[in-house]
DNA sequence: CTGAAAGCGCTTACAG
DNA sequence: CTGAAAGCGCTTACAG
């Protein structure tokens, strides 16, 4: 690899000056810059990540916390942080959140800490309290997506307008009889998505003076979508119309109402959260919340807060919702 | 953040010892290395990356290069190198590779110059000659996974035996009427993935003596398939059986023939190739090919590369056949 | 076994 | 506008 040293003997200057020539800081004549640009290009020099690093205590690298898990999700929030990166000539520093224990002390009292990143950006992530101030000890910006951690600068959409407005497709389609696929967290400030989407769920029924159909815990994966909805299926007064808390757990219950010889959406409607890349191939009508637009957001407040010439997004994230084939009036 | 000096005044004895104490190089009294170790927990202290990577010339940092469109297997095996390098205290670099023409020369003319990895792990990539001339030039270690690139130590899967498997299956359900969906790269050398699947979809005909009921070119998504079996199935003589050269060819094939009016498997069987998260759902039967585990491979052979004590893995890497109820015998 | 010193490749006040 | 020098925080031959 080429050293500056070489570029700034060829260029026939000192290093300093072509240091400065090449960042574009301090005063450099034309000519001088002509020429360190040119012979930089010749030799194909690019400065050492180690070196400026070390001597500027900026790494121009990001990291990003994530559970590895939430496969199509973070896949495209990671790739809207990317771009977004990439042209301001940021790196991505990928930290892999697992659930194994030990992996995960290790992360945050090791690789964390090596000083490799300038920011952190924290992907849909449960962290305990304790990890909370391993992260905040590290003395870097954090910018949360979607956390429900209060002590985190988060953005989010606003998801108890997501569960109004979900329930509020199926409540204008005429339905009454309206149950909820979904997780609770009892106590929650205000912070926990599952919970704020079935906070808006009641808050719609209520508005509209209706008595809900039923409400199921799952877990946010397709089987449990299924489980779920078989369950709220099998009452006696079973629901014309289902709301489930994201677009998994949507799959599910269709899978389920179909095994039990029910037509979507003639016997029952479902909705989901998500815009699912799937959710098109199932005909779901869905709340789309632009999982890549996120992560170029996320993105663009991390670069802010350490000054680069970045507008910082607004902290609440668009949504909208998707009407297709799965939702229709009750028969 | 704490250094390395501070440490070691901690511990009364020099910089260098402590360095020495720490990574268990050169000879120090126990009693020294002790002192020292306890002096570096009760500070919390990380070995600046910056500092060590400057002075050792080791990043302790792995790139991999991926697409990140490829969502459900890229996080997989995305998943299965953290894992494995998580063991070994390294960390992961992620160099997005998109189509757009000026983020990706900014990527192997900039971005992965700056020296921030010991060696690069290239995810089923198609690179150019020129590309894969800049990635040599970084003179480190380089690990194909799947990519179709003759120059680069490349771990892969027998995708022809993939492709006989496949056939095999159909022909002793007693099939005779055999389609294949996927693509042809006309002159390959046997590194193409599609190609080779394709060859043994040929071999395994022909040694059974059996005539091609046909063969459609598709874009390897959902949608792609959907079109391509349509056309196959629309043919004076349909197939009784379609070996789709991926799952989500086959998920488009399944939801094809449904729109037809064909019963999967009572009017055609279809295979796919991948292990797919959804296959389980479409109960397709397919074949696996384990990606996290082939992450994990990737890895190991990238530290075995570099002098870390990781026995190498198999070249060659391997896969399963796993039927589920979209293939039967023909009515 | 331990320490002083040089060096990794940059950047940036400080002089001029 | 330009250069010499110091420093970023480690590591590692080299002496002792």
């Known amino acids: 690899m080429t050293t500056l040293e070489e570029v700034a003997r060829h260029a026939e200057v000192s290093p300093a000056t072509a240091s400065r020539a090449l960042r574009g800081r301090g005063r450099v004549s034309d000519a001088t810059r002509a020429r360190v640009q040119r012979a930089a290009e010749d030799l194909g020099y690019v400065a050492s990540a180690a070196a400026s690093g070390l001597a500027t205590g900026r790494t121009r690298s990001i990291g990003v916390l994530v559970p590895l898990v939430d496969k199509w999700f973070f896949a495209q929030v990671l790739d809207g942080i990317?771009?977004?990166?990439?042209?301001?000539?940021?790196?991505?520093?990928?930290?892999?959140?697992?659930?194994?224990?030990?992996?995960?002390?290790?992360?945050?009292?090791t690789a964390l800490r090596r000083g490799r990143v300038d920011a952190v950006i924290i992907l849909s992530l449960a962290v305990?309290?304790?990890?909370?101030?391993?992260?905040?000890?590290?003395?870097?910006?954090?910018?949360?997506?979607?956390?429900?951690?209060?002590?985190?600068?988060?953005?989010?959409?606003?998801?108890?307008?997501?569960?109004?407005?979900?329930t509020q497709h199926l409540l204008s389609l005429g339905h009454r009889r309206i149950a909820h696929i979904g997780?609770?967290?009892?106590?929650?400030?205000?912070?926990?998505?599952?919970?704020?989407?079935?906070?808006?769920f009641?808050?719609?029924?209520?508005?509209?003076?209706?008595?809900?159909?039923?409400?199921?815990?799952?877990?946010?994966?397709?089987?449990?979508?299924?489980?779920?909805?078989?369950?709220?299926?099998?009452?006696?007064?079973?629901?014309?119309a289902i709301f489930a808390a994201s677009d998994e757990l949507a799959f599910g219950a269709i899978l389920a109402a179909r095994a039990l010889g029910l037509d979507v959406p003639g016997d029952l409607s479902i909705i989901g959260v998500d815009g699912h890349e799937l959710s098109g191939l199932f005909?779901?009508?869905?709340?789309?919340?632009?999982?890549?637009?996120?992560?170029?957001?996320?993105?663009?407040?991390?670069?802010?807060?350490?000054?680069?010439?970045?507008?910082?997004?607004?902290?609440?994230?668009?949504?909208?919702?998707?009407?297709?084939?799965?939702?229709?009036?009750?028969?």
Chains 1, 2 share one sequence.
């Open 202 to 240: 009641i808050d719609e029924l209520t508005a509209a003076g209706v008595t809900s159909a039923g409400f199921a815990r799952a877990d946010f994966t397709i089987d449990g979508g299924h489980r779920a909805a078989r369950d709220l299926l099998r009452q006696p007064q079973p629901p014309t």
């Open 183 to 200: 997780r609770v967290r009892p106590g929650d400030s205000g912070v926990d998505i599952p919970t704020l989407r079935h906070r808006g």
């Open 283 to 331: 005909e779901l009508t869905t709340i789309e919340q632009f999982p890549r637009a996120q992560g170029a957001a996320a993105a663009a407040a991390a670069l802010a807060t350490l000054g680069e010439d970045v507008a910082a997004p607004a902290a609440s994230l668009p949504f909208e919702l998707v009407p297709r084939a799965s939702t229709a009036p009750p028969a």
């Open 82 to 109: 990317a771009t977004r990166l990439a042209d301001l000539g940021y790196d991505i520093t990928l930290y892999n959140a697992t659930d194994d224990a030990a992996q995960r002390r290790r992360l945050f009292e």
């Open 128 to 166: 305990s309290a304790e990890e909370i101030a391993q992260l905040q000890a590290l003395d870097r910006p954090l910018i949360g997506l979607g956390t429900p951690c209060p002590e985190l600068a988060t953005l989010r959409v606003d998801d108890r307008a997501v569960g109004r407005a979900a």
